[in-house]
């Protein structure tokens, strides 16, 4: 295994793929040892395509749980009886203010997001209108995960300034009906799809732990490779109560570390970012290994409906595994759908 590591890496840094089968038979690594050299490896990868300044996203939600989907990993669904805060699409003028506030913060990134898997005319036009109002009145590069959209309705939000969008595949078309019922996994990438067509930087991941198997995993992982991938999110359960998925069983930390590095292997140049659940699966221990073994940043501040470590500590964390964390004032502030776990404040 130690020979077809290196054979595998020699690759991956001369600009070539792995294949699935590859990217199986790394799966298959048990022992401790062998696991260290993948993700050294890894970080060999990580290190050659990526600049050591990490990047760090953080998230807001603009309109909160009143979702007609069954995601059964996700808190926001109005099957289920969660709990979770719930709030109607804010104004344009509200999401300016809570960009202000992550402005006066540093922050210098800004993602609006919203629950649902499609906005209505009236909630997109409210959306667009909040996207000019953020070009306009700050100077926050600004993101979207706004569920489904048209190709239509992708230039006109990039003609309002929306320079990157997040649409999570989540898990492998194999998978996916087993968590998703109200829509398809067709419908999702079309959406890919149509972003990379009009030229979006594109944030596009999943989540760990749903109960499906590492080939799952892979094939999630080659169901992205087309889309050049800026950001990789990977999210791990963080099961919900009320949720199908909430008495889901974890995986073992080794796993969801070895699946990291195997998902930098498939996409060298993405930046990979481990997200929700990362502190309740990974501790300090797992969350340091990870950033030294192919993952590159982290999703900061609390997730869409689970809150998340200080900000401080994160950026401890980083610095202890190697990253310059100085200038990593790149922040930015979210509202994400479609995500793992949606941290209490909204994000993904
Ligand atoms: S993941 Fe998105 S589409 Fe699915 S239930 Fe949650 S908010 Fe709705």
Same mark, same amino acid.
């Given at each position: 295994?130690?020979?077809?590591?290196?054979?595998?890496? *020699?690759?991956?840094?001369?600009? #070539?793929?792995?294949?699935? #089968?590859?990217?199986?038979?790394?799966?298959?690594?048990?022992?401790?040892?062998? &696991? $260290?050299?993948?993700?050294?490896?890894?970080?060999?990868?990580?290190?050659?395509?990526?600049?050591? +300044? %990490? /990047? =760090? @996203?953080?998230?807001?939600?603009?309109?909160?749980? &009143?979702?007609?989907?069954?995601? #059964?990993? @996700?808190?926001?669904?109005?099957?289920?009886?969660?709990?979770?805060?719930?709030?109607?699409?804010?104004?344009?003028?509200?999401?300016?203010?809570?960009?202000?506030?992550?402005?006066?913060?540093?922050?210098?990134?800004?993602?609006?997001?919203?629950?649902?898997?499609?906005?209505? /005319?009236?909630?997109?036009?409210?959306?667009?209108?909040?996207?000019?109002?953020?070009?306009?009145? *700050?100077?926050?590069? =600004? $993101?979207?995960?706004?569920?489904?959209?048209?190709?239509?309705?992708?230039?006109?939000?990039?003609?309002?300034?929306?320079?990157?969008?997040?649409?999570?595949?989540? @898990?492998?078309?194999?998978?996916?009906?087993?968590?998703?019922? *109200?829509?398809?996994? $067709?419908?999702?990438?079309?959406?890919?799809d149509f972003l990379k067509e009009n030229g979006v930087e594109i944030c596009s991941g999943g989540?760990?732990?749903?109960?499906?198997?590492?080939?799952?995993?892979?094939? =999630?992982?080659?169901?992205?490779?087309?889309? $050049?991938?800026?950001? !990789?999110?990977?999210?791990?359960?963080?099961?919900?109560?009320?949720? %199908? !998925?909430?008495?889901? +069983?974890?995986?073992?930390?080794?796993?969801?570390?070895?699946?990291?590095?195997?998902?930098?292997?498939?996409?060298?140049?993405?930046?990979?970012?481990?997200?929700? #659940?990362?502190?309740?699966?990974?501790?300090?221990?797992?969350?340091?290994?990870? &950033?030294?073994?192919?993952?590159?940043?982290?999703?900061?501040?609390?997730?869409?409906?689970?809150?998340?470590?200080? !900000?401080?500590? /994160?950026?401890?964390?980083?610095?202890?595994?190697?990253? /310059?964390?100085?200038?990593s004032k790149a922040v930015s502030a979210t509202h994400f759908c479609c995500s793992a776990e949606?941290?209490? *404040?909204?994000?993904?």
């Open positions: 295994m130690k020979a077809f590591i290196q054979e595998l890496k *020699t690759r991956v840094l001369a600009g #070539g793929d792995i294949t699935p #089968g590859e990217a199986l038979r790394l799966s298959s690594i048990t022992d401790s040892a062998t &696991l $260290d050299l993948l993700l050294s490896a890894a970080h060999e990868i990580t290190t050659r395509f990526r600049p050591s +300044q %990490p /990047d =760090l @996203c953080s998230l807001v939600n603009a309109k909160s749980y &009143l979702c007609s989907e069954d995601c #059964g990993f @996700c808190s926001q669904s109005s099957h289920y009886k969660t709990g979770v805060k719930r709030y109607p699409l804010m104004s344009p003028e509200e999401i300016l203010g809570e960009a202000k506030k992550s402005e006066a913060n540093g922050v210098q990134s800004f993602c609006v997001v919203t629950s649902g898997e499609t906005l209505n /005319d009236a909630e997109f036009e409210k959306v667009l209108a909040a996207f000019h109002l953020l070009s306009e009145k *700050t100077r926050l590069r =600004l $993101d979207g995960s706004l569920g489904n959209l048209t190709p239509e309705q992708i230039r006109k939000l990039r003609a309002a300034g929306m320079r990157r969008f997040n649409h999570n595949l989540q @898990c492998s078309r194999e998978f996916y009906p087993k968590i998703v019922s *109200t829509h398809t996994y $067709d419908e999702r990438k079309e959406t890919l989540i760990f732990g749903m109960g499906e198997t590492p080939e799952d995993r892979i094939r =999630l992982a080659f169901e992205l490779k087309p889309y $050049d991938l800026h950001c !990789l999110p990977i999210n791990i359960l963080n099961p919900r109560p009320g949720t %199908p !998925l909430a008495g889901q +069983q974890a995986l073992a930390p080794e796993e969801i570390i070895k699946m990291v590095a195997i998902f930098r292997f498939i996409h060298p140049q993405a930046n990979i970012k481990l997200a929700g #659940g990362r502190e309740l699966n990974l501790g300090v221990y797992f969350q340091e290994k990870a &950033l030294r073994g192919g993952a590159n940043g982290f999703v900061v501040g609390g997730y869409l409906t689970t809150t998340g470590n200080p !900000l401080q500590e /994160d950026l401890d964390m980083l610095k202890y595994a190697g990253y /310059d964390t100085n200038t949606k941290p209490a *404040t909204a994000s993904l």
